[in-house]
């Protein structure tokens, strides 16, 4: 089956511009993840969404940083007013639910460079 | 948070040799424990995961990861490397709950496999 999907697979944007980036879960996945994979700081949990809870975005780095998930599914990360070292890769991850010992399924990423 | 050390940056193995991939954690108490592979340019995939019960856990690809609660440990190995074993290894551990949703991964050790 098709498993989760991000776009755009690179993005070169300039400093101070917004960007928003998009991951299309596995169907059927309840639980999304954002993460951030940089050279300084390796891969980071950004934000985490789960069914109708309110997300756990206690990984966001700056209040720059924000991300919604529409109607239970899709979900865009937004940066606003880039700056170069947001430069990283963007994973995004979903399970079928919650907890600790379920697969997170990774998408391919979103490469950002900020110029 | 927890945190995760993988031992080695880079690690270069004959093919048909053992790998051996490092990683310990700092928990409290005993966590959720995984190893991860990412190919270039794509997502991490799953090669297994530590729950409760048996301390040797079996994966896909033929790897293998012993939990060693003593030593904080959860090494990864391969008895004979294949060509097709080239990716970067990132070990990884959950929160405690009820944030176990919340990964915590290792710098990543990069394996080279020479022919």
């Known amino acids: 089956g098709a498993g989760v999907s991000q776009s755009p697979s690179n993005k070169v944007t300039e400093k101070g511009k917004d960007v928003e980036l998009r991951c299309d879960p596995i169907?059927?996945?309840?639980?999304l993840y954002w993460y951030r994979q940089s050279l300084g700081q390796g891969l980071e949990f950004l934000i985490y969404?789960?069914?109708?809870?309110?997300?756990?975005k206690s990984g966001l780095p700056s209040d720059r940083f924000s991300a919604e998930r529409t109607g239970g599914s899709v979900s865009t990360l937004t940066i606003q007013r880039t700056q170069q070292e947001d430069s990283a890769v963007y994973l995004c991850?979903?399970?079928?639910?919650?907890?600790?010992?379920?697969?997170?399924?990774f998408g391919p990423g979103t490469r950002l460079t900020v110029t | 948070a927890q945190s995760v050390t993988q031992l080695g940056s880079h690690v270069s193995v004959s093919e048909g040799a053992l790998v051996l991939l490092r990683c310990n954690y700092s928990s409290s108490v005993p966590p959720y424990l995984f190893w991860y592979v990412q190919y270039p340019n794509q997502g991490l995939q799953l090669l297994l995961k530590?729950?409760?019960?048996?301390?040797l856990v079996k994966g896909i690809n033929g790897f293998e990861a012993e939990f060693k609660k003593s030593e904080t440990s959860f090494h990864l190995t391969k008895p004979s490397a294949h060509m097709s074993d080239a990716a970067e290894y990132f070990c990884a551990v959950s929160e405690v709950p009820p944030n176990d949703y919340k990964l915590s991964f290792g710098a990543g050790t990069t394996v080279t496999v020479r022919a």
């Open positions: 530590y729950t409760t019960g048996a301390t």
């Open positions: 991850a979903s399970s079928y639910t919650s907890g600790g010992a379920v697969e997170q399924y």
């Open positions: 969404f789960q069914g109708n809870s309110a997300p756990d």
């Open positions: 169907s059927g996945h309840t639980a």
